[in-house]
């Protein structure tokens, strides 16, 4: 049974930074995608950033594009979520997802409602705030 496990949320002050990690265990993800997604009160869950994990290439929702930087370490396992110059409407609780790329790419992309995702982790809160 895989396993997604994400940290590094908090609270941080408009223009500021905050890096996410995930780290998956369990899951044979050579053909999977891993993006992150985020969902505020009252909204749905909605797609940031992916990456393929079998060719490394990088999706980003317009939203944040030139923000966020999406990267992998192989060796930990680990994929992270690099955000800058973050601003009060990105605060929401972010969730790391698996799944193959048709099912999760187009929602990174277009900013779009996940919809069946194969594996979610548990989400870490972003709060972004003066």
């Known amino acids: 049974q895989g396993k997604l496990v994400e940290s590094g949320g908090g609270l941080v002050q408009p223009g500021g930074s905050l890096k996410l990690s995930c780290t998956h265990s369990?899951?044979?993800?050579?053909?999977?995608?891993i993006g992150w997604f985020r969902q505020a009160p009252g909204q749905e869950r909605r797609g940031v950033s992916c990456?393929?994990?079998?060719?490394?290439?990088?999706y980003y929702a317009d939203s944040v594009h030139g923000r966020f930087t999406i990267s992998r370490d192989d060796a930990t396992n680990t994929v992270y979520l690099q955000m800058n110059d973050l601003k009060p409407e990105d605060t929401a609780v972010y969730f790391c997802?698996?799944?193959?790329?048709?099912?999760?790419?187009?929602?990174?992309?277009?900013?779009?409602?996940?919809?069946?995702?194969?594996?979610w982790g548990q989400g870490t809160q972003v709060t972004v705030s003066s």
């Open positions: 997802a698996a799944d193959w790329p048709a099912a999760i790419v187009p929602a990174c992309t277009g900013g779009r409602a996940a919809g069946y995702v194969e594996l």
């Open positions: 369990g899951f044979y993800l050579d053909q999977r995608a």
């Open positions: 990456i393929d994990m079998e060719d490394g290439r990088t």
